[in-house]
């Protein structure tokens, strides 16, 4: 599976920015896709994740009620929605996938196989 993160840019904070992350070479289908951020100096941390199928979501507690992850099954795309964002978000993104991930491990980054190539997202204040 490869995949595709893009979307990231500049955005004022309290703004809105769109981070797509597409696959290539096989479906969502089956598998978790989660997205990802590394601040530099900071470790990488969860940001958020849902399964294929059934559209469980899951959020770190910092981005819940701002930030939304969906998914178009059409386009085989994974979409993180960032509203209301703070210069505390400013990070690369990387989209992830992962098959047979328990509900327990959605958060860590281990229990992902496929990696995309990260977005760079820089929140002005």
């Known amino acids: 599976v490869q995949l595709q993160a893009s979307g990231g840019g500049l955005v004022q904070a309290g703004g809105s920015l769109r981070l797509s992350c597409a696959a290539s070479?096989?479906?969502?289908?089956?598998?978790?896709v989660g997205w990802f951020r590394q601040a530099p100096g900071n470790e990488r941390e969860f940001v958020a994740a849902?399964?294929?199928?059934?559209?469980?979501?899951v959020y770190a507690d910092s981005v819940k009620g701002r930030f939304t992850i969906s998914r178009d099954n059409a386009k085989n795309t994974v979409y993180l929605q960032m509203n209301s964002p703070k210069p505390d978000d400013t990070a690369v993104y990387y989209c992830?996938?992962?098959?047979?991930?328990?509900?327990?491990?959605?958060?860590?980054?281990?229990?992902?196989?496929?990696w995309g190539q990260g977005t760079k997202v820089t929140v002005s204040s």
């Open positions: 992830a996938a992962g098959s047979r991930i328990i509900h327990s491990s959605l958060a860590e980054f281990s229990a992902y196989d496929y």
């Open positions: 849902i399964r294929w199928s059934g559209g469980t979501t």
């Open positions: 070479g096989h479906t969502f289908r089956g598998y978790a």
